[in-house]
């Protein structure tokens, strides 16, 4: 696990000394009713590869929750994941995002892999948001089991609460 650190560091130290597009950002969000609070907040860094259409990032999920009835917890997923754009049109993309979750604070080692389906909206030269509504793919995460995935093949939309991210071009 140490080796592996040591290699993304060292990737990512690579990639801020490149003349190349580098974006940092995340998402964030909040669930509060009477049955309790759940709190999530994934800073991102990433990075798109020169003259090509895949880009490479890395986000740290964190996420806090307390229900009526449990103790807290907290959980933190290390998230890398590869994009792949497959048409650009003026200010709107559409990529697909292979992606893994992997559980770093459980005893038991947790994993999701898969395809995640992306619609990016570039605003300015600098702020780009995405939107992710859905899921496909492989789920050994209890991570995500109070979010409806089981253990097993998954395929999940959600086209009513898609994932939001906020990102900033450098």
Same mark, same amino acid.
């Given at each position: 696990?140490?080796?592996?650190?040591?290699?993304? #560091?060292? #990737?990512? #130290?690579?990639?801020?000394? =490149? *003349?190349?597009?580098?974006?940092?950002?995340?998402?964030? *969000? =909040?669930?509060? *009713?009477?049955?309790?609070? #759940?709190? *999530?907040? =994934?800073?991102e860094v990433g990075y798109c590869i020169p003259n090509s259409k895949w880009s490479i990032a890395v986000a740290a999920d964190y996420t806090f929750k307390k229900y009526e009835g449990t103790d807290a917890s907290h959980g933190l997923l290390l998230s890398p994941y590869v994009r792949y754009t497959l048409c650009s049109v003026e200010k709107f993309a559409v990529a697909l995002d292979l992606t893994g979750d992997f559980d770093v604070l459980s005893e038991e080692f947790g994993y999701r892999v898969g395809i995640q389906p992306c619609v990016a909206w570039m605003a300015t030269k600098h702020w780009t948001a995405a939107f992710r509504f859905a899921f496909i793919g492989?789920?050994?995460?209890?991570?995500?089991?109070?979010?409806?995935?089981?253990?097993g093949f998954v395929i999940k939309f959600a086209t009513a609460a898609p994932g939001f991210g906020l990102y900033y071009n450098f």
């Amino acid at each position: 696990m140490k080796r592996f650190f040591l290699i993304l #560091a060292l #990737a990512l #130290a690579g990639v801020f000394t =490149a *003349n190349a597009q580098v974006w940092i950002g995340g998402s964030t *969000n =909040a669930n509060i *009713n009477k049955a309790g609070t #759940a709190f *999530n907040v =994934a800073p991102e860094v990433g990075y798109c590869i020169p003259n090509s259409k895949w880009s490479i990032a890395v986000a740290a999920d964190y996420t806090f929750k307390k229900y009526e009835g449990t103790d807290a917890s907290h959980g933190l997923l290390l998230s890398p994941y590869v994009r792949y754009t497959l048409c650009s049109v003026e200010k709107f993309a559409v990529a697909l995002d292979l992606t893994g979750d992997f559980d770093v604070l459980s005893e038991e080692f947790g994993y999701r892999v898969g395809i995640q389906p992306c619609v990016a909206w570039m605003a300015t030269k600098h702020w780009t948001a995405a939107f992710r509504f859905a899921f496909i793919g492989y789920n050994h995460c209890s991570y995500y089991h109070d979010l409806g995935y089981g253990d097993g093949f998954v395929i999940k939309f959600a086209t009513a609460a898609p994932g939001f991210g906020l990102y900033y071009n450098f």
